[in-house]
């Protein structure tokens, strides 16, 4: 039997959250049906470690004994650039008449854009596009992103689907104008929710590790230390829970280039010694199990997939009201939300439940049953498989047939 193409064009591929779950998509797809490619563009954009960089070498080596073929387009760069954007443009248009897929299925903002287009000039049947969040918010001025709205538009009417990680997510697209409902589907993205579950964890020998003190407050994020990821308003609230608590010591999971700053920042406010920058981690869940509170301080959220896999291990979560977020953590039931950019309503929610164990416990346990199973990885790959092949079948319905 004839095997279905399918391509997948992420802008960078690093160890970030749509970068993983892309990755996982184009490599666990079945390989009975489904002949996968992935292009990607500059990873070094990400500015990634020597860590980062080899973890990402050895999944994409794996993804490739799978039979996932990849492709590098070093002009696609999540920056804009005149110059880059028409060289990408036309070495995505390039492999696309190479590979003659069936499905073109983009993710991201900048690849959702060259990709689509390229695809709709290559005559691609059919285009899925995933933008994994918005830019919509935070990211640009208000000039560039009426621009980027108009250029959304436009090119959800060469789009056959788009799948949106939340509800939210969709409906925000829906407030812009980007399409109609018709055209969304929703997808959870999804962790490995059994191997989270085996994962042992020692959190005596975890703490030591950090030479944090046993008897002390843990405090955690996750993630890429830039500022739409909101670490500044954290590091302002420890300086009030430390007052209160002095037992407590915030560990800062995640590089970038504002490592520096927060660490002064830190200094002036006097909780530079209770702050741990961890770094980049390949041991995400182990760290995750020291934690008492998992806090997300994001000004702008597609979903955030470490909430998942803090959920999952039944940490309560404190996060920004903001994305995706407000559809997956429900305030007082399984974690706090706090407006964004309000580093004493983010210390009074860590304070809450510092305070309150019971509370703390509760919260935790309800996380843990919200993501069992409905956001495990492989429940997500069978929701993506079912979405080509009702539009393959929509397609040849119709008459038209593949060239």
Request: charge should be positive.
């Amino acid at each position: 039997m004839k095997k279905t193409k399918i391509v997948h064009i992420i802008t960078r591929l690093d160890k970030g959250g749509s970068a993983e779950i892309t990755l996982q998509v184009a490599s666990l797809l079945s390989r009975e049906k489904y002949e996968v490619f992935l292009a990607h563009g500059l990873s070094l954009e990400s500015n990634m470690g020597v860590m980062e960089q080899e973890a990402l070498a050895w999944d994409l080596s794996i993804a490739e004994k799978k039979g996932l073929r990849v492709f590098s387009i070093p002009s696609l760069v999540r920056r804009l650039s005149l110059k880059n954007d028409l060289l990408a443009l036309i070495s995505i248009y390039r492999l696309i008449k190479r590979i003659k897929p069936h499905i073109v299925h983009t993710h991201t903002s900048k690849a959702g854009v060259l990709g689509r287009l390229a695809a709709c000039l290559a005559r691609v049947p059919i285009i899925v596009h995933t933008p994994h969040g918005h830019v919509f918010h935070s990211y640009y001025g208000y000039i560039i992103t009426k621009i980027i709205v108009f250029v959304e538009r436009a090119l959800s009417l060469i789009t056959d689907k788009i799948t949106a990680l939340t509800d939210r997510e969709r409906d925000e697209h829906l407030e812009q104008g980007v399409a109609s409902i018709e055209k969304y589907v929703i997808i959870h993205s999804g962790v490995m929710l059994q191997q989270i579950m085996n994962t042992n964890i020692d959190v005596e020998t975890g703490k030591k590790e950090f030479d944090i003190p046993q008897n002390s407050n843990v405090i955690g994020v996750v993630g890429r230390l830039v500022p739409i990821k909101g670490h500044k308003y954290l590091v302002s609230a420890a300086k009030r829970i430390i007052k209160e608590f002095g037992n407590t010591v915030f560990v800062f999971v995640g590089d970038g280039y504002l490592e520096a700053r927060l660490q002064r920042q830190a200094e002036s406010l006097g909780v530079r010694k209770n702050i741990i920058f961890a770094g980049w981690r390949n041991d995400v869940i182990k760290i995750l199990g020291l934690f008492d509170v998992l806090v997300l301080p994001s000004l702008n959220e597609g979903m955030g997939k470490v909430l998942i896999e803090g959920m999952a291990l039944g940490k309560p979560i404190v996060a920004s009201s903001v994305g995706g977020i407000i559809d997956l953590v429900k305030n007082g039931d399984n974690g706090i939300l706090v407006p964004p950019r309000d580093s004493d309503a983010l210390a009074e929610a860590i304070l809450k439940l510092i305070r309150n164990k019971n509370l703390t416990q509760e919260l935790g346990k309800n996380g843990k049953s919200k993501v069992y199973p409905e956001y495990d990885t492989f429940v997500m790959i069978r929701q993506i498989e079912d979405l080509y092949e009702r539009l393959l079948s929509k397609f040849t319905s119709s008459g038209r047939q593949f060239t």
